[in-house]
Structures are given as C-alpha cells and as structure tokens.
C-alpha cells in the first residue's frame, strides 16, 4: 500500500515541476488539481499512518499522521488551494513555484515524526518561502527578505543543535514531548519562538510580511507560523512558561497595530496577537486548551488569509496600502468590502463567526485553570483585536476620508478565492461541531451559551463605542505616514551604527599607530644618518644594474654546470 | 464634468443611521444583562456592566497609550531607507 505511505509533501513538489514547466491554462489546472487531488488523498487516510526507517542508530517517522498533525493537513490543503485560486492570474513562474514548494514543506513539516525530518523541512520553508517576499522586486523586500532568511535559518540552526543534543541526551530523535529539560529541550524551544515570533524575535514577521508580493502574503500567513503552533503544541503542551509569552504575544502587538500606517503591516502584527491566543492555549495545556489552540489556528489561516487577500486586492488594484492614503474605496470595491468585513467579523469573533468559536475555548481554559489575570489580558486583546483588525483595516480602507480613488473589485479569481474563506468563515462559525469533530480532543464543548454570547456580543459592541467616541472626539491617532520603532530598531539601527563607530575608532586607532611608527621610523633614519657619515654612505649605496645582470648570468651558469655533472 | 454617482455614505442621514443603530445595539446590550441570567466564572464578573465597561475602557486605554507611542516610536516613512543609503555612502568613505 504504498499510497498511503506517500507523504503528502510529495504532491506538491512534483506540482512545483509541473508549474516550472508548464505555462498559461495548463499550469493553473495542474496547480489547481495538486491540492485538490493530495486533499481527497488525505481524507482517506487512516487516523494513523507511520513510515519509518533506520538512520544510522536512529530510527527515523519521516511520515507520521495522528489527529493533531492531520488537522493542520488539512487547512493547510485548504489554504494552499485558496492562495493559488488568489493567484491565478499571476504570470510570475517563480512565485508559482515557491509557493508550492512552500505549502509542500509546510506540509513535510507537520507530518515530520522525528527531529531530523522536521529540521529539513524547516529550513525548506525558509528558502522556499522568501521568494515570495523577494518576487516585489524592489530594494526594500530585498533586504527585508535577507533580514527574514537570516532569521529564519537562525532557528534552523538552533533546532539542529538542540536536536543534536537532545539525541545525545535522550538517545532518541523522535518529535514527541519534549518539555524543558537539558540543553536540547531549551534550545528547540528558541527555536520554536523564533519562527513563531514570541516577543523580540517578532520582527522578522512584521518587517517581511508586508513587503511581499500580493499573493506571497497570503501564502506566508498561512504556513510558517502555524508550523510552529503545530510543533508547540507537539512538543511543549503545559509548559507553563508558553502562558506568559502567549498573553505578552496577544497585547503587545495591539499598541503597533493601531498606530500602524500600512494595513498589511497592521494584519501582521494582529497575526502575531492571534498566535499569542494559541501559545497561550498551549501552555494551558488541558484537553479543551489544546482543542482551542489548534482549532484557532485553522481558524487563522482562514480569516487572516481572507483579510490578507482583501488587503492585497487593495494594493493589487491601486498600488497603495497606507492608510493614509486609502479610503472611500467602497464605492467602487463593493464586493471586497463586505468580504474584508466577513473577515474583520472572524478574526474579533463575533458571534456566527469562526474566531468566536476557537477562541472563547481557549479564554474559558484560562479561566477554569484559574489564570485571572491572563484571562484579563486576553480579554484585554479581544477587544484590541476588534479595535485594530476588526475596524480599523476595513473603516480605512474603505470607508474614512474618500481618498477619490476609484478603482474596481479585483479580477475574478481572486474575489473566488475570498469567498470561498469568507463562506467557510460563516460556515464554521454556524456549524462549529464539523471542525470540532477533527479536533484532537472529545470535550463536548459548546460555544452558543447566553452567557459567551451576550458577554462577547457586549465587549464588541462597546469597543466600536469607543472606537466611535474616540473618532468623534478626535482622540483617535490620525493615519500618518511613518515608520514606527520596533525590537527590529536593535538590530536594524542600533547594532549597524555601534559597530560602524566601533570599527571606525579602530580604523583611526589603527592609522594613528602606523602613522606614528613610521614616523619614528624616519625620524630615527635620518637622525642615524645625521649622525655618522660612513652608516649614511653604507645605507645610500646605489650598485649598477650592470652588476645585477653579471650576477644572474653567474646563476644560470653554475645552474648549467650542475645539470651537466648530474 | 459629469457629477459623480451617490454613494451610501456620502448622504450624512445614513451615517448617523449606522451609528444609531449602535447606540441601541448597546443600550440593549446592556439591558439583556438584567434579562439574561449568565453563569458565573469569576467574582470579576458579578461587577455591574463588566463586559461592556471593560471593552470601552479597555479600548480608549489601548487608543490613548498608542498614541502616546507615538510621540517616541515614530519617524519618518523612509527611516531604514535612509539609514541604508547613508551607510552606503560612509562605507565608501572608509575605503
């Protein structure tokens, strides 16, 4: 049975040649049958499937399917079909390839069952995936790109040291519990928050996401993230630390997000707010925890992908994404306004939409585990949420001031690829017992009681009245074009300029000490020769060049007389 | 110049709809509290109004903390662009 045992990275990678080598209508339906096909292959694949083989001493799952890894199967098959229905229009052979070759390691990644298998398929979705960011063609997602890709095979590194150690400890390589313990516990734990963009490893996120292409964007909200969601909640469930860095992951953002001018900038700080909910869930670690956590980031993928697609149709028709610069695009765009808003509704969990749904798990986990004030600041958040993600994308986009841009809904296929997220957005927050029937836990939990709904219903509400309040009043910050300070200022200004004055004082240190030996040097030169007549006659002997010429006839000479004695 | 089409919102009367129908929406909210009988998870929520206090509160907390970010985080547009050209330039100052 060896279909069942083909991985389903595999369809990808072959799709990715397939779009290397065919043009035009012929690549869109390869690569629209690539998902499709590899899905129904999915579906019908028992609960759990194990490939292993020896490796050295190590036994090696590079294929493993359980309920935890088959959930993120699917909604990343559910994405990857979405962002190529979002780019079939593109004629750009590379992006078509990354991205397949990008949804294929994200795919390797989760159904990776040791370490090794996972390290691979980690620093694939590096290299595969900044192409995406890389294909704007333009100076700053080149080097926006270069900062991702260094950070991203950072991690890499990381893991494979602590792998290295944690086999040396453990005398196993398999992806299982890991937890804090030993050097190799710690170390795939950084490694881990790197690509999940825990606190102060964040920016590589914020800083490379909305430099990508259109549709890149989509795709890489989709798969490197929620990666390392899937190797969080395989690897450290219960770690109480994950609650801590999770509440910071959901508040922090928030601030950035509402001062932000670029709205695709203001999604990737809320991608990192929403992650926080699902590290905070797995730190919680009990069954409903879990449930929520994944649940909420397949959920993600869906919404935040919509948001991403609305945004990029934004900036695909009228070449701006600043929020200063937009507005009053209703008008013309009036499909992709009600789809950004079926977003907008998702990802603040209003009732009948899918966040509300996942995420009120996690909130009622913090609450039953008696985590007050962690339950506070997510509460805090979900407010926030709605306040910058749920308002402010929509409102300045295409509402707000009319910016007299007058452009039309974007091409068909990529309204198609927003309704189908806007539809399964609707549908899962109607019909939520389908998505939790693939969760990994039983727990019977259920969302539409008076109580979660009339409290969620009344948080929102009053957060647009304030949000109303603030607009009228005029207290709420202007959108204004700027570049706002974040962790990445460290390393993008600070370092750079303390290494250039660093090295600059050397330079000079460097200069002055030479100038000043050879200036001693003559100093002492002339005053020997000052000194004594005969030393300055011996050191300004000239010999003839006539002399020279005598002498290496003499060598070659005694050179001949040796090869003939020889 | 042919005058351009109306659009919902450039009509004052349907702005001032959709935010009255906010003002209700909440007002109701609120009032569904005393209605509604909600099982309790936490003393915190005994508090008259919790929900709906804590979200605005919440909210014009978030609003204004930002905003005074603002006066320390934000520079220009092309801060990094700049930065990059100028390290350029002193880099072929050096050589």
């Given at each position: 049975?060896?279909?069942i045992?083909?991985p389903?990275f595999?369809?990808?990678?072959?799709?990715?040649?397939?779009?290397?080598f065919?043009?035009?209508?012929?690549?869109?339906?390869l690569m629209?049958?690539?998902?499709?096909?590899?899905?129904?292959?999915?579906?019908?694949?028992?609960e759990?499937?194990n490939?292993q083989?020896?490796f050295?001493?190590?036994?090696?799952?590079?294929?493993?399917?359980?309920?935890?890894?088959?959930?993120?199967?699917?909604v990343f098959?559910?994405?990857a079909?979405i962002?190529?229905?979002y780019s079939?229009?593109l004629?750009?052979t590379?992006?078509?390839?990354?991205?397949?070759l990008?949804?294929g390691?994200?795919?390797?990644a989760v159904?990776?069952?040791?370490?090794?298998?996972?390290f691979?398929?980690?620093?694939l979705?590096?290299f595969t995936?900044?192409?995406?960011i890389?294909?704007?063609?333009?100076?700053?997602?080149?080097?926006?790109?270069?900062r991702?890709l260094?950070?991203?095979?950072?991690s890499?590194?990381?893991?494979?040291?602590?792998t290295?150690?944690?086999?040396?400890e453990?005398?196993t390589?398999?992806?299982?519990?890991?937890?804090?313990?030993g050097?190799?516990?710690?170390?795939?734990?950084?490694?881990?928050?790197?690509k999940?963009?825990?606190?102060?490893?964040?920016n590589w996120?914020?800083?490379?996401?909305?430099?990508?292409?259109?549709?890149g964007?989509?795709f890489?909200?989709?798969f490197?993230t929620?990666?390392?969601?899937?190797a969080?909640a395989?690897?450290?469930?219960?770690?109480?630390?994950?609650?801590?860095?999770?509440?910071?992951?959901?508040?922090?953002p928030i601030?950035f997000a509402?001062?932000?001018?670029d709205?695709?900038?203001?999604?990737?700080?809320?991608?990192?707010?929403?992650?926080?909910?699902?590290?905070?869930?797995?730190?919680i670690?009990?069954a409903?925890a879990?449930?929520?956590?994944?649940?909420?980031a397949?959920?993600d993928?869906?919404?935040?992908?919509?948001?991403?697609?609305?945004?990029?149709?934004v900036l695909?028709?009228?070449?701006?994404?600043?929020?200063?610069e937009?507005?009053g695009?209703?008008?013309t765009?009036?499909k992709?306004t009600?789809?950004?808003?079926?977003?907008?509704?998702?990802i603040?969990a209003?009732?009948?939409f899918?966040?509300?749904?996942?995420k009120?798990?996690v909130?009622?986990?913090?609450?039953e585990?008696?985590y007050?004030?962690?339950w506070?600041m997510l509460?805090?958040?979900?407010a926030?949420?709605?306040?910058?993600?749920g308002i402010?994308?929509?409102?300045?986009?295409?509402?707000?001031?009319?910016?007299?841009?007058?452009v039309?809904?974007?091409?068909?296929?990529?309204l198609l690829?927003?309704?189908i997220?806007?539809?399964?957005?609707?549908a899962?927050?109607?019909?939520?017992?389908a998505?939790?029937?693939?969760l990994?836990?039983?727990?019977g939990?259920?969302?539409?009681?008076?109580?979660h709904?009339?409290?969620?219903?009344?948080?929102?509400?009053?957060?647009?009245?304030a949000f109303?309040?603030?607009?009228?009043?005029g207290?709420?910050?202007p959108?204004?074009p700027?570049?706002?300070?974040?962790?990445?200022?460290?390393y993008r200004r600070v370092?750079p300029?303390?290494?250039?004055?660093m090295?600059?004082?050397i330079?000079q240190?460097?200069?002055?000490?030479?100038?000043g030996?050879?200036s001693?040097?003559?100093?002492?030169?002339s005053?020997?020769?000052?000194?004594d007549?005969?030393?300055?006659?011996?050191?300004?002997?000239?010999?003839?060049?006539g002399?020279?010429?005598?002498w290496?006839?003499?060598v070659?000479?005694?050179?001949l007389?040796?090869?003939?004695i020889? | 110049?042919?005058?351009?089409?109306?659009?919902?919102?450039?009509?004052?009367?349907n702005?001032k709809?959709?935010?009255?129908?906010?003002?209700?929406?909440?007002?109701l909210?609120?009032?569904?509290?005393?209605?509604?009988h909600?099982?309790?998870?936490?003393?915190?929520?005994n508090?008259?109004?919790?929900?709906p206090i804590y979200?605005f509160?919440?909210?014009?907390i978030?609003?204004?903390?930002?905003?005074?970010?603002?006066?320390?985080?934000?520079r220009d547009?092309?801060?990094?662009?700049?930065q990059?050209?100028t390290?350029?330039?002193?880099h072929?100052?050096?050589d």
């Open positions: 049975m060896w279909m045992e083909l389903a595999v369809p990808f990678f072959i799709g990715a040649l397939f779009a290397a065919t043009r035009g209508a012929l690549r869109n339906a629209l049958a690539v998902p499709i096909v590899s899905a129904i292959h999915l579906w019908m694949l028992p759990s499937v490939v083989f020896a050295l001493e190590y036994q090696l799952i590079p294929y493993r399917v359980d309920k935890l890894s088959l959930m993120f199967g699917y098959h559910i994405a079909l962002g190529i229905i079939l229009h004629k750009d590379v992006q078509q390839v990354s991205a397949m990008y949804a390691s994200g795919l390797g159904f990776a069952g040791d370490l090794l298998t996972l691979v398929f980690w620093e979705l590096a995936s900044v192409f995406l890389w294909a704007r063609r333009t100076q700053r997602s080149y080097t926006a790109g270069m991702y260094i950070i991203q095979v950072l890499g590194v990381i893991l494979l040291v602590g290295l150690f944690y086999a040396a453990n005398n390589l398999e992806f299982s519990y890991i937890g804090l313990e050097v190799g516990g710690w170390l795939i734990f950084i490694a881990f928050g790197i999940c963009a825990f606190p102060i490893a964040h996120l914020t800083d490379a996401y909305p430099e990508a292409t259109v549709t964007t989509v890489l909200s989709a490197t929620k990666v390392a969601v899937y969080l395989r690897a450290y469930p219960g770690t109480e630390l994950l609650v801590y860095i999770g509440a910071a992951m959901t508040c922090f601030f509402v001062i932000e001018n709205l695709r900038r203001v999604l990737a700080y809320s991608l990192i707010n929403q992650v926080g909910f699902m590290v905070v869930g797995i730190g670690g009990t409903l879990i449930n929520g956590a994944v649940s909420h397949f959920n993928v869906i919404f935040k992908g919509l948001l991403f697609m609305s945004m990029g149709a695909h028709m009228t070449g701006k994404i600043n929020g200063s937009l507005g695009l209703y008008k765009m009036p992709t009600i789809l950004c808003i079926i977003g907008a509704a998702s603040s209003f009732p009948l899918s966040g509300f749904v996942s009120s798990m909130m009622s986990a913090a609450l585990e008696g007050d004030y962690i506070l509460l805090f958040a979900s926030g949420v709605f306040h910058h993600a402010k994308i929509p409102y300045f986009a295409f509402f707000a001031h009319d910016s007299g841009i007058r039309s809904d974007p091409p068909k296929n990529m690829a927003m309704a997220s806007a539809g399964l957005c609707i899962i927050g109607i019909y939520p017992q998505l939790y029937s693939v990994p836990y039983d727990t939990y259920n969302p539409y009681d008076a109580t709904v009339l409290a969620q219903t009344q948080l929102l509400f009053f957060s647009a009245l109303v309040w603030l607009n009228l009043k207290f709420y910050p959108e204004l700027s570049t706002n300070l974040d962790f990445d200022w460290l370092v300029g303390v290494m250039q004055t090295f600059s004082k330079w240190a460097d200069r002055a000490l030479r100038e030996f050879k001693k040097l003559t100093l002492g030169l005053f020997i020769s000052g000194r007549n005969r030393t300055s006659r011996f050191l300004s002997q000239n010999y003839p060049s002399s020279m010429a005598m290496v006839a003499v070659l000479a005694t050179y007389l040796l090869s003939f020889h | 110049m042919k005058a351009e089409k109306k659009y919902l919102f450039d009509d004052p009367k702005t709809r959709v935010l009255l129908f906010l003002y209700i929406s909440c007002a909210l609120v009032i569904l509290d005393f209605v509604i909600r099982h309790i998870a936490h003393d915190w929520e508090v008259w109004a919790f929900y979200g509160v919440g909210c014009s978030l609003v204004f903390v930002a905003t005074w970010m603002r006066t320390f985080l934000m547009e092309n801060y990094y662009d700049k990059d050209s390290k350029v330039d002193a072929h100052v050096d």
